[in-house]
């Protein structure tokens, strides 16, 4: 991988292979593609709507979901934020119970918990 400079482990600014951001099916990816697979990066955009003139945004070329672009992880008004959201992962890989595993009772108080309102007393 290419790389221009490193922030806690996260490629910062690297240089991607051509085609990077291409449509391209992961099966037919070129092989030097197939090394970002699940391996975040952010770029600096320059974004005068952002606190220091800079917006930061995170990518993954990720195994599952949309494999054949990299995913947009979110953008941020600084490097710590996106370094964050980098390690962490997307917001939409955030553990939701299965029903198997909780009961419809506990499971709405594990959304109540992630959306901000009582989806239990809606009816």
């Given at each position: 991988?290419?790389?221009?400079?490193?922030?806690?482990?996260?490629?910062?600014?690297?240089?991607?292979?051509?085609?990077?951001?291409?449509?391209?099916?992961?099966?037919?990816r070129p092989e030097g593609h197939l090394k970002w697979l699940d391996k975040p990066f952010i770029l600096t955009v320059a974004n005068l709507h952002f606190p220091g003139g800079n917006r930061?945004?995170?990518?993954?070329?990720?195994?599952?979901g949309t494999s054949d672009r990299p995913a947009l992880w979110g953008m941020f008004g600084t490097l710590e934020e996106a370094i964050q959201r980098a390690k962490e992962g997307p917001p939409w890989r955030k553990h939701?119970?299965?029903?198997?595993?909780?009961s419809s009772e506990e499971a709405c108080e594990v959304l109540d918990s992630q959306i901000g309102h009582n989806l239990s007393e809606t009816g």
């Open positions: 991988m290419n790389q221009t400079r490193l922030a806690n482990g996260i490629n910062v600014d690297p240089v991607v292979p051509n085609e990077f951001w291409s449509f391209i099916p992961k099966e037919n930061y945004d995170v990518y993954c070329l990720e195994t599952g939701v119970p299965r029903s198997s595993e909780k």
